[in-house]
């Protein structure tokens, strides 16, 4: 994996390039450290100013040789962020390492090259503040300290992916924070809104840390530090709050998954604020970096929520649910009671009374509940939400796809809005 330092030789770009050589050395990686002269510059200076920046190049260059990185250097001219973005294209760099936007840069760099560079890029950019955390964690005297931003989305699974692969190269110490509106977290998981509009009651606390610990838990990792979570409530932009929680964990590195928004998309983006307002160094990882393939992460399934209406068709999912665990785990066996005409303890008779005769084997736990709702697609994806459920399992009927019954409309539902798994299971044919 090559690493592409980009330089204009300030002093915190002397910064972001012993970082990158400590890293290059650590990782045992070629680096190319690389400059790039504005178009026009370079036609109103010609020779001369080409010959002073592949000069200071050079210098630099003898400089990271020193500390034990095999370097190259490569002088581009044009616009820097697309000559940056085409060049780490050419020779393959898995990570893109430059200095940050300074407090002079107008509107603290947006539009900048940094910002460009953000929305453009394949690999990550690790944009460096502080250079001796980094150091420090190459020579193995202390361990990297980082805050993951987490949510449940597609950049963060692209965020943890990377930072997993960090992890195998020296103790990285991770803190999980999940910055959260609380009145949207109660409508997620369809959870009773306390009377104080941000008050955060100890049952929606309880199901935010399950569902924050099921997704980092990629990270555990033998030999390494566990992921410490930390989840605030906050109003506002994310960013703001995520890049604050990072300043008080007093964090070397804060990671963020990236879409690589544009235009007025960057209002909402995460990754785009977090680059120009956090004082710390800050890796933003576009998703199109997901682990794929023989390096993506067996995921674990601790829990299933499988749903029925006591239907024969409905019923025959249950058994299935709990093939999903053969090592352990939670089933929660629910259904919606759409209209109250049958009282709840006789609900959940019934469904204990469809439980297979092994369905507490192999360390299993069965929960059972009942659902209120009149709109029994919602009342599930909630209910998979606030328990966490790693997979939805649900009956269908009809020979030809899923027809317009009850489950079977209702699984086709689930299947267009659900955020994980679902497992539909067909009755045989005849």
Known sequence: ??????????????????????????WDEPLFLVHVLPGDL??????????????ALLDEVRRLEKLGARVS?????????????????????????????????????VGGTVDRLA????????????????????????PLTVMLGVDRSLPFEAARDWLRGLRRYGPVEVVA?????????????????????????PELRRSLEQEVRSLVAPLEAQGQPSVRL???????????????LAAEEKVDLLVVGTHQRRALGKL?????????????????VPVTVSARGAEAPIPPLRSVLVATDFSDAANRAIPYAFSLLPNGGTVYVVTVDEAPQVAEPELRQRLHQLLPRDADAQGRKVQVEVLAGSDVATALLKAAQRLNADVLCLGTHGRS????TVMGSVAKEVMSRADRPVLVVRPPEG
């Open 1 to 26: 994996m090559t690493i592409l330092c980009a330089t204009h030789f300030s002093d915190a770009a002397q910064r972001a390039a012993t970082a990158a050589a400590e890293l290059a050395r650590k």
């Open 177 to 201: 924070g999940r910055i959260y509106w609380p009145h949207e977290e109660y409508q997620r998981m369809g959870l009773a809104h306390p009377l104080a509009y941000q008050d955060v009651t």
């Open 42 to 55: 370079a036609r109103a200076f010609g020779k001369t100013l080409r010959d002073t920046a592949t000069s």
């Open 401 to 404: 796809g899923l027809k317009k």
């Open 230 to 244: 930390r989840l605030e409530p906050g109003v506002g932009r994310i960013a703001d709050h995520l890049v604050a």
């Open 73 to 109: 250097h490569q002088l581009l001219t044009g616009e820097p962020a697309e000559e940056l973005t085409r060049f780490a294209e050419e020779k393959g760099a898995g990570l893109v390492v430059t200095a940050g936007p300074t407090s002079a840069s107008p509107f603290l760099g």
């Open 268 to 284: 909402w983006s995460v990754s785009h604020h977090a680059l120009r307002l956090a004082r710390m160094s800050v890796a933003s």
């Open 119 to 142: 929305t453009a890029l394949p690999v990550p950019l690790l944009v460096v503040r502080e250079v001796e955390p980094f150091e420090a964690w190459v020579k193995g005297t202390r």
